[in-house]
């Protein structure tokens, strides 16, 4: 089995191409726009992993207000999955949102989506509900959240 040196990273504009071209293969439905929105009012929720130069996978998460966290979203290319990168970044981005005080994460998947669902629950993720047709093809989400201990001191 080869092994190769996954770089965790925050996103840096040069990563646009890169990152517009994994939602492009990956969902095709986020406006390109949303991104450098984020990269511009919270970066440090916005990181990459970085194989060997190349950026294989992003997630986008958030603190909108208060203690509650958010996904906005998160996906690997297909030929780099199941090699943990997901797991990286998510681990990474539940840890700096716990530095910024949030007490729990929340996020919406589709619910069709049941790989990305079983990932999330993996992380100690749990459904809490459905939301009907909030997709823009009318497919419902599955509203998940996770809480985030305190760290003991
Ligand atoms: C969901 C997604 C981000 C996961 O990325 P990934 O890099 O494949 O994630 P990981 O490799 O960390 O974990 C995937 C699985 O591989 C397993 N795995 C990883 N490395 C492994 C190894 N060396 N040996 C055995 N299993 C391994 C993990 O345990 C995990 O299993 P689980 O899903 O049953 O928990 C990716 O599938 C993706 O981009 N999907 C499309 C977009 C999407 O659905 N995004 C989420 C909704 S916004």
């Known amino acids: 089995m080869v092994t190769c ?20 293969k990956v ?9 450098m929105q984020f990269y511009e009012t919270c970066s440090d929720g ?9 950026v294989v996978g992003y997630i986008v998460g958030f603190l909108p207000s208060g203690k509650t966290g958010r996904i906005f979203s998160l996906a690997v290319l297909p ?5 943990m990168i997901g797991s990286a970044l998510l681990e990474e981005i539940i ?6 005080k949030a007490a729990e994460i929340v996020l919406e ?3 069709g989506n049941l790989k990305a669902r079983k990932f999330y629950e993996t992380h100690g993720f749990y459904k809490t509900g459905i939301q009907k047709g ?4 009318g497919e ?5 959240r996770l809480e985030i201990p305190r760290k003991s001191i």
Not at 140 to 144: G, N, Q, V
């Open 5 to 24: 040196l996954i770089i965790i990273r925050k996103f840096q504009p040069q990563d646009f191409p890169w990152v517009i071209n994994i939602e492009r």
């Open 46 to 54: 916005f990181l990459v992993a970085e194989i060997y130069g190349m």
């Open 134 to 137: 909030y997709y823009n093809d």
């Open 140 to 144: 419902d989400a599955t509203l998940m």
């Open 109 to 111: 998947v589709r619910s």
């Open 95 to 100: 840890s700096i949102l716990r530095e910024m």
């Open 27 to 35: 969902f095709n439905e986020h406006d390109p726009f949303f991104y």
């Open 79 to 83: 030929e780099y999955r199941n090699r």
